[in-house]
């Protein structure tokens, strides 16, 4: 089901995700969007441009606040992974349509909706996220995400 390609871009997204200005270490998220193997964007979760991150503040607001995961997403200083590539595509102007992306974890339900009106046609993602309405906006919109798994064929 996944090849070396598959393997190599997942790879890519952790990478990037390292770069992440999230305070809890497990939040980490990478995000790579590719079309015929090129690499069109990236992005990882972090604070707009100018504000401060949750490392900086020495916090996470979430987990001050003590909000679940997987809820009230708009009570976090930072910007999802896959929500940061899809702004530097449409701020470098390049189209993403039919493209991949391959990211560390699940796509939230509101990366979901953007990622389907960006024209996304596949979703490749390794780590889980208790966002089971995204799942159902991918299926309604006829993208099957794909959970990533270590054996794939090499």
């Known amino acids: 089901m996944f090849?070396?390609?598959d393997k190599r871009f997942i790879e890519l997204a952790h990478t990037v995700g390292n770069w992440s200005?999230?305070?809890q270490p497990n939040r980490k998220?990478?995000?790579v969007i590719v079309r015929d193997r090129r690499i069109l964007t990236t992005g990882y979760n972090g604070a707009p441009a100018g504000v401060p991150?949750?490392?900086?503040r020495g916090e996470c607001l979430r987990r001050k606040l003590g909000i679940a995961s997987g809820t009230r997403h708009e009570l976090c200083y930072?910007?999802?992974a896959e929500q940061n590539a899809l702004i530097q595509a449409a701020k470098l102007g390049v189209s993403?349509?039919?493209a991949?992306?391959?990211c560390t974890h699940q796509p939230c339900v509101i990366c979901a909706k953007l990622i389907v009106n960006a024209g996304i046609k596949r979703v490749v993602y390794q780590e889980g996220y208790p966002d089971d309405f995204a799942m159902s906006i991918f299926e309604q919109a006829g993208i099957i995400p794909e959970k990533y798994v270590e054996n794939a064929e090499e």
């Not at 991150?53 to 900086?56: H, N, R, Y």
């Open 3 to 5: 090849d070396k390609w």
């Open 21 to 23: 200005s999230c305070y």
């Open 29 to 31: 998220i990478g995000a």
């Open 53 to 56: 991150s949750c490392v900086e």
């Open 78 to 80: 930072a910007t999802h």
């Open 96 to 98: 993403v349509d039919g």
């Open 100 to 102: 991949t992306l391959y």
